[in-house]
RNA sequence: UCCCCUGUAGCUCAGUCGGUAGAGCAGCGGACUGUUAAUCCGCUUGUCCCAGGUUCGAGCCCUGGCGGGGGAGCCA
């Protein structure tokens, strides 16, 4: 059909690509008529934020019929040569030769103005908020996020493992699980006791969506040193928050024969990587929340970028606050686990930057991680930021049989449920080490967006799984 | 799940002491020699979240429900 290169609007906002003749595709994102009489138009094809304006003439044989009536939203093909435009604001514009629109948007019922609508508003409209600036931004550095996370952990030697979305283990002990089943909610088999007989079910036994793939993952790392999973999580806890979901996304590397310290080391160099990948190639997308969003956002993320993670055991933490002459609404002490405002001021205030706290007391962390030398804490370890909390939580793992057995049978867990996972401490058992990152708190600490529900395509939360 | 706030035009909101609703933006029409949140003039737009109750009369007061926001807990 056309004769011309059809290429992409980021391409045409380069410099490099005036003059030439080409063919743009995109939705119409405003349209300004010129005293002049001819129009600009300016199309975004979510290459990249920017937009491109194209100039069309009147002399265009359809500018009466056609572009005069051309509404925000409404997709275009148009073709012209790519010139520096004589206008402020953008090196390059388009001068057209041809505008054909592809599909109209009736402005009278089509939701989205060519103002500013709150992102509470634009929830309720998932399938259209991709085309407005901020969602389109969220969208290419949730993009460079994940693929930073690959290139990260493959540069690293870490195998992608692809763990199971469905587990028949219902004691993860990581919250709340979704229940998985095929039998009929209405009238299913029963036990003689008149409880619903789940060894009928689908998989013979009980079956939920992951909470983790924590578990098998070290079922990897004990064999192939290291791993990480990327993939879709599932809490069913009734938590209605800002940086909770109910599906959300996390990466958890595990590698064996990393201790506490290389666990947090890891930690450090792959958020750093991601700042540092995002910083250099959503530039544009990164100026945009630092003026519309969260004001001094870059240079916050460039200072994260040059300083060490600050690391503080629990203890040394809690003798900060202590010593802080905060007034806390919850009393701090030795033993129970921190409050948001403690970790607020830990981040913004004491640091201004990100903690790793390290060595929690063994009572308020999981059965798995490793006993330390005092017998009261464990290696576990917590990356807080400013803003966000707790993007990332982890720990040394227990590997020695005895150890762990002592400690499940303390929390009253069943050997049986977990042979497969004490056998790895039977056979050939190494000190080894894992952490889980929250994919969207991350986007959420990079782009300053505020509400998790935000940088996440279709949010999933309690009353809600439209879309 | 708990605490606080909130629900009025397509969107953001105002609405006094209880007397049947208004502004900006958007949209539509017009004007204007390159605009860029264009500008200027004119016009249109209502299940006042829902269900009860009080009252001569409810957007406003009361009760219940639903939705949204902020905070807390759970965590990533």
Partial sequence: MSQVPWISVSEARSAASTGKSVELRGWLRTR?????????????????????????????????SVVKNLSVGCSLIVTGEIKASEGQGQ????????????????????????????????????HLRPRTNTFGAVTRVRNRISFSTHQFFQ????????????????????????????????????????????????????????????????IFATACGKIYTFGPTFRAENSNTSRHLAEFWMIEPEAAFFDLNDNMALAERYVKRILKDVLNDCAEDMQFFDERVEPGLIAALKVV?????????????I?????????????????????????????????????????????IKSFYMRMNEDGKTVAAMDVLVPRVGEIVGGSQREERLDRL?????????????????????????????????????IIQFVTGMQNIRDVIPFPRYPGSAEF
């Fill in 91 to 126: 090196a390059t514009e388009m001068l057209a030769t041809s505008v054909q629109m592809i599909g109209d948007a009736d402005p009278q019922t089509y939701p989205l103005q060519k103002k500013r609508h709150t992102f509470e508003k634009l929830r309720e409209w998932a």
């Fill in 32 to 64: 300004r008529d010129s005293k002049g009489g001819f129009s600009f138009l300016e199309i975004n094809d979510g290459s990249c934020l920017g937009n491109l304006q194209v100039v069309a003439p009147g002399e265009l044989s359809n500018y009466e």
């Fill in 305 to 317: 970028l040059d300083k060490p993670f600050e690391r503080i055991s629990y203890t040394e933490a």
């Fill in 405 to 441: 057995l002592a400690r499940m049978k303390e929390l009253g867990l069943s050997e049986q449920d977990y042979w497969w996972y004490l056998d790895l401490r039977r056979f050939g058992s190494v000190p080894h080490s894992g952490f889980g990152l929250g994919l969207e708190r």
């Fill in 155 to 218: 540069e690293e030697g870490f195998l992608y493992i692809h763990t199971p979305i469905i587990t028949a283990s219902d004691c993860e002990g990581a919250g709340q699980m979704f229940r998985v089943t095929t039998l009929p909610a209405e009238n299913p088999p029963r036990d003689p006791q008149g409880k619903v007989d789940f060894s009928k079910d689908f998989f013979g036994r009980s079956a939920y969506l992951t909470v983790s793939g924590q578990l098998e993952g070290e």
């Fill in 319 to 363: 003798s900060i606050l202590e010593k802080s002459g905060e007034k806390f609404d919850y009393p701090v002490s030795w033993g129970s686990d921190l409050q948001a405002e403690h970790e607020r001021y830990l981040t913004e205030k004491h640091v201004q930057g990100p903690v790793i706290l390290y060595n929690y007391p063994a009572a």
